[in-house]
């Protein structure tokens, strides 16, 4: 469906869709009304702050509406799909997931939430290891933040726009065997490897990882690391973005080096 398209469901059909990605009838409606948009950036960016103006408890009703990540035996078709690298894990890996499900939901008292989209399960299990050590309040906002950006991307998909490029990386540092956290990473976009635009900075977090930075498709992508060492200044590592949906950018730091590759 175009946003046009969007624009010209009447109010019943617009709601219904758009509770079918968010299960939030007072966000849907919200959304409905307030057509119509010239663009689909447009539309996600009153989406999202039409969302953060749902009261509380409305937003964390739509958390728990999730299927924990690997429980997937009342999931509908879209969140099996979504959770496919999970569905596909060994049966170890499935196990320590709901163990650590269960232990995640004691803690906080609400689903552990991650976009599952495109990860494998022991990419997420290691994100739960990790998060199973925040606090309340940290928590709160990353399961807020996993909701956004599911949301974003399930919009994106159903109205039909310029889909971006979803970029991640981890860094580890094998020297102290631990995550490397705290390293600014700096995410730019080129057309033409000359002139590039900032899309985003951020450090990593405590597991070494910056996720989900969405980048405008096409083109090139420079990730640079702010990681001056003795032997080598600040690593920068470009490539291009061809019509993957998801790039993934580890960075294994020793003292002498490094190494990257291009996942997914």
Known sequence: MTVTG??????????ELLVSLCPSTGWATSVADARPFDDVDGLLAEAERLWMLRPDAERLAAIEAHPP???LSAATARERNEQ?????????TREELAALNDDYRDRFGFVFLTDASGREATDMLGELRTRLAGTAEQERANAEDGQRRIMRRRLRRAII??????????VLDTAAGAPAAGVEVTISR?????????IDTR???????????EVPGGGWVRLSFATAGEFFGDIVVTFAAGDRERAHVPLLLAPYGYSTYLGT
């Open 69 to 71: 990540i690997g429980g």
């Open 161 to 170: 726009g310029a889909a971006p490029l979803l970029v991640s990386t981890h």
């Open 84 to 92: 496919a690298g999970a569905a596909r894990a060994d049966r170890s």
């Open 6 to 15: 969007f624009n010209q469901l009447d109010r019943e059909a617009a709601v």
């Open 190 to 198: 080129s057309d033409d490897q000359h002139e590039w635009t900032t």
């Open 203 to 213: 450090a990593t977090d405590a597991s070494g990882r910056v996720e989900g930075v």
